[in-house]
């Protein structure tokens, strides 16, 4: 009898952990629509924020190189590099897939070595090693986004609600891919002042000068294809309008852009407006409902 009882009991203790704990097979289902506890949208906006970063930060440097005393610019340079660090680890943490981990690691390891140098007392020497390795970092923390964008789509191809649609996926790949894009003219902003003041006679190469223009024509040209966004609402389109006509600052002054005819502190300080108002577009896409 009082086997009886207790077999019971197991089976009732039993059913109700059923009930109250999810499946392995749910339990997946659960983690397969989110990046660890971030959403996919707020991941790919993260991890283009990096690439950003490594930008912001490389400016500073060359920015303090000639402006030492400078208290904005050496506080973007501390505080860029520990944000930098802080979302790294982030996104290293929550992610799901060996793919974006490897491409994270990757990141990491160059990290390692650039910190070296901007931590290192300003020099010359020190600015050129930085602006040549600014853009494997840049490379390396364009990759992880692209890796998010992919460990957003095997989760969707997981997830049977979008299997019953085909178009919700498409919609879905193509919002990441907006937000991607908006996140890039963050880093596009901070990369047109790098390259400026690296071409400068202190610090100018042969490459310099045509970097300086590829920088601006792809800012121009991704400006025009946000603004015909599927995506796009009244909120957006205000914050693009903001955008734009900090662009517009630039764009009246592309010759003296090229020709350094801005002032350093000028420059700077666009390039810092340009980066809030695109972060304030791409934060807007990342809210986009489906």
Known sequence: MKKEIFTLKFMVMLFLLGMIMPTTNNLYAQQSNSYGI??????????????MLSQKITKAYLYILENPSDGVAKRDLLTSKLIFEKQNNILIQNSGYKATKDKLGKVEILWREFKELIEAKPSYENAKKIIEMNTDLLKASNNVVS???????RANDND????????LGDEDAEL????NMAGRQRMLAQRLALYYYANQNTLKDKNSEQMLKNVYNELDGAISMLLISNFNNSRIDEKLGIAMSKWDQVKS???KLFKQGIKEEDMYRISNDLTKAFNGVTSLYEKVKL
Do not use: H, P, T
Not at 147 to 153: G, T
């Open 38 to 51: 971030l959403s996919f949208n707020k991941a790919v906006n993260i991890s283009g924020k990096q690439r």
């Open 147 to 153: 890796a998010v964008i992919v460990e957003s789509k």
């Open 160 to 167: 049977e609600f979008s299997l019953e649609d085909d178009s």
């Open 176 to 179: 990441k891919q907006i937000i």
């Open 253 to 255: 002054n592309k010759e």
